[in-house]
């Protein structure tokens, strides 16, 4: 039998062990790039630029954190689908993830098909408010308003299919009330509209208002997720007021290309893991009422397929039309 070169078989040798994946745990790649979807200052970019510097830790590596913003977060996402799936680039997900499936008439990938969940890292409660001199303190006398004079409350959001404005769809559809959509480019304008009495309402992140709520000015009338956001332990949650089914959390997760080696995907999700436990992680993020909030790769995968469901069948109920 003739025997392999020494070069060959020094090549084979390393194309085992990197198809084993424990070239990567042993020995990680020298930078990993983090794509991140939106601008840079935003809450994903934050939270990313804290997630990316114990991650760049845990793997004694770089990783280091790349903005992408457009298409409703599908450049980012491009940018992954199209890269190597040997770990060396992922992406910071969000809820967009779930819905641009249903809400894009032409969506150049499938988040199901061609990206790798490889860990759940945080998420954040939504808090409804009204503006203090609007008289409506309380989800139940908004209802009735609502109610009583349809298509006299209308909801802001920061734009077509992000989660205030899902949010707001799904309160729509929950209390079987006609509020009436008035989308922004921006938490900021849809602040300034509510603060001048030109909205009734707006679900929106806890930070962006907090400042606001305590001065007085705009009135918490309750937030979403399953426990009182520890910034705001007198504001009830949807669920004990009896509106469960409008419940909508934002969530960031991390995901790779399809196609990546089990055993990359778990040495990335283990670090994610170690990294979020952290109390330094945890108080960063807390700062920006975002939870830290690890799941394995199994459970993202399971919770992308039934949040897609889910907004499919809310984005369809409310009548919005693919874009």
């Given at each position: 039998m003739n025997r392999l070169p020494r070069t060959a078989l020094l090549s084979a040798l390393a194309a085992t062990l990197f198809a084993s994946g424990s070239s990567f745990a042993a020995d990680p790649p020298r930078v990993i790039r983090l794509i991140v979807p939106y601008a840079v200052g935003g809450g994903t970019d934050i939270l990313s630029r804290h997630v990316a510097d114990e991650l760049s830790r845990e793997l004694n590596t770089t990783v280091v954190v790349e903005n992408k913003p457009g298409a409703?977060?599908?450049?980012?996402?491009?940018?992954?689908?199209?890269?190597?799936?040997?770990?060396?680039?992922?992406?910071?997900?969000?809820?967009?993830?779930?819905?641009?499936?249903?809400?894009?008439?032409?969506?150049?990938?499938?988040?199901?098909?061609?990206?790798?969940?490889?860990?759940?890292?945080?998420?954040?409660?939504?808090?409804?408010?009204?503006?203090?001199?609007?008289?409506?303190?309380?989800?139940?006398?908004?209802?009735?308003?609502?109610?009583?004079?349809?298509?006299?409350?209308t909801f802001a959001s920061a734009g077509l299919?992000?989660?205030?404005?899902?949010?707001?769809?799904?309160?729509?559809?929950?209390?079987?009330?006609?509020?009436?959509?008035?989308p922004y480019k921006g938490v900021g304008p849809a602040l300034?509209?509510?603060?001048?009495?030109?909205?009734?309402?707006?679900?929106?992140?806890?930070?962006?208002?907090?400042?606001?709520?305590?001065?007085?000015?705009?009135?918490?009338?309750?937030?979403?997720?399953?426990?009182?956001?520890?910034?705001?332990?007198?504001?009830?949650?949807?669920?004990?007021?009896?509106?469960?089914?409008?419940?909508?959390?934002?969530?960031?997760?991390?995901?790779?290309?399809?196609?990546m080696n089990p055993d990359t995907v778990k040495s990335l999700s283990e670090a994610a893991e170690r990294a979020l436990a952290k109390p330094a992680l945890k108080e960063k993020l807390a700062q920006q009422n975002i939870e830290a909030d690890y799941a394995g790769a199994d459970q993202l995968g399971g919770k992308l397929k039934t949040e897609t469901q889910r907004w499919a069948e809310v984005i369809k109920k409310a009548g919005i039309e693919p874009q």
């Open positions: 409703g977060t599908n450049i980012g996402a491009m940018e992954v689908v199209r890269a190597p799936n040997d770990g060396t680039v992922i992406l910071m997900g969000d809820l967009a993830l779930a819905v641009n499936p249903t809400l894009m008439a032409n969506m150049p990938y499938s988040p199901q098909n061609d990206l790798t969940p490889i860990a759940h890292v945080a998420s954040a409660p939504l808090v409804l408010i009204t503006n203090k001199k609007s008289g409506i303190e309380s989800v139940d006398e908004l209802i009735k308003q609502a109610k009583d004079k349809p298509d006299s409350i299919g992000n989660p205030p404005h899902l949010a707001g769809e799904l309160f729509k559809l929950t209390t079987d009330t006609d509020i009436v959509h008035v300034t509209d509510i603060l001048g009495g030109h909205v009734n309402m707006l679900f929106t992140g806890i930070s962006s208002t907090k400042a606001l709520i305590d001065e007085g000015n705009l009135n918490a009338l309750a937030v979403t997720g399953k426990n009182r956001a520890p910034t705001l332990p007198n504001t009830p949650t949807m669920t004990e007021l009896g509106y469960g089914d409008a419940d909508v959390t934002s969530w960031w997760a991390l995901y790779g290309p399809a196609g």
